[in-house]
């Protein structure tokens, strides 16, 4: 696979047909006027208003079409796995995202992140009412769960190394979570992320967020990855919630109860050992699972020296 483009453009479309030809357009303008070679790779998910027939009449892309519709995550996926691209960029085609931005990402990725994110300073999706507390609530998770500030959790604007991107395809979920799970990857493996602001504009279309299902997968998700990585985390402060509860009972039962210790005392302490063994051994899988694999180490710039340099991941 050729190394010589700068810079792979991955676009999962499902039925998108009425604004195709001005998103690319406008993401082809923005990357003539800058200094890196690019391929825009479309993946055509299933869909069925006509975008598959609009989207062979444009001249220079890359075309990938799936028979049926898999998911925002498969086709993010799928397109990674074939970009030829050092640098991949995911994006919409809905119009919300400011495409135009994708180079001013890619030179902040150039100079020595992992991952670069536009985070979002407004919401604009459907059923804001419910759906705001909702993904701040998984957000605030994700940042205690990976210890790191996550200013917006599932952008779909990104750019990445791809071959760091490449170690955690695997992964990524069929659905909108997959941008979910390339963040908490990232962050779990000690690769840096920086966080760009951008605006965020009402979608073009018809929405295929599922508030409630997909919110779901979204947490579902952040507890997954945890679980993967960090699995103290979760089980750590659960057993220690039902540790003090425990002491406070036998404490209790010791004094009001002339030294007699209740059942349901007895179940306490019992379920916070039960549940510090199970994380201690949860962390001990991971830990020798995480020497099975080679880690690609991450860029750094050398203290003495602008070249770039390399160092193991921590």
Known sequence: MTESIDVSIVLPVFNERGHLHDEI????????DSPYTYEILVVDDGSTDGSSAA??????????????????GSARRYGTAMARGRIVAWTDVDMSYPNEMIP??????????????????????TVKLLRKPAKWFIRKLASYLTGTDIPDLNSGLRVFRREVAAQFLHLLPRGFSCVTTITMAFLANGYSIKYVPIPYFPRAGKSKFH????????LMQVLRMTLGYEPMRIFGPVGGVLGLLGAAKL??????????????????????V?????????????????????VIPARVFESDSTQMGRAEAS
């Open 55 to 72: 989207l062979r009449e444009i001249q220079g892309i890359r075309l990938l079409q799936f028979r049926q519709n898999r998911g925002s």
């Open 211 to 218: 508030w409630w299902s997909d919110t779901r997968r979204y």
């Open 274 to 294: 039960t549940v510090g063994l199970l994380g201690i051994g949860a962390d001990l899988m991971v830990q020798l699972n995480r020497r099975r694999y080679e």
């Open 251 to 272: 404490v209790y039962d010791l004094i009001d109860k002339d030294f007699r210790v209740a059942t349901n005392t007895l179940v306490l302490l019992g379920a916070a």
């Open 25 to 32: 357009k406008r993401i082809r303008k923005a990357m003539d």
């Open 104 to 125: 001013d990402l890619v030179a902040e990725l150039e100079d020595g992140w992992d991952q670069v994110v536009g985070a979002r300073t407004t919401e604009e999706g």
